[in-house]
Nanobody, 115 residues
Framework: QVQVVESGGGLAQPGRSLRLACAAS????????MGWYRQAPGKQRELVAH???????RYADSVKGRFTISRNNAKNAVYLQMNSLKPEDTAVYYC?????????WGQGTQVTVSA
């Protein structure tokens, strides 16, 4: 059974940083597109960033220059470094592992940015 587990959420003041981590128990992790999504109250889930098997990255315009996604295939892990946090970054952040029709989601981790 595949497990996708996020960690690292919490409360941060505006302008500060948080680092999210995600571990996925898939057998061919290096082949997966790994992504971070978020969902704020009353809003649809949206892509934050993803990194593919060739380390190509894509970011939402709202986080470009502030967030960095990275992966460590040896640890079956993907990370999201979030700098210069803003109140509008407040959301539940979800990790997604995707390879063709095989898609797995984590349970989500809450990130709250507030003074």
């Amino acid at each position: 059974q595949v497990q996708v587990v996020e960690s690292g959420g919490g409360l941060a003041q505006p302008g500060r940083s948080l680092r999210l981590a995600c571990a996925a128990s898939v057998s061919t992790f290096s082949a997966y597109v790994m992504g971070w999504y978020r969902q704020a109250p009353g809003k649809q889930r949206e892509l934050v960033a993803h990194v593919d098997s060739g380390y190509y990255t894509r970011y939402a315009d709202s986080v470009k220059g502030r967030f960095t996604i990275s992966r460590n295939n040896a640890k079956n892990a993907v990370y999201l470094q979030m700098n210069s946090l803003k109140p509008e970054d407040t959301a539940v952040y979800y990790c997604r592992a995707g390879l063709g029709l095989d898609v797995y989601w984590g349970q989500g981790t809450q990130v709250t940015v507030s003074a």
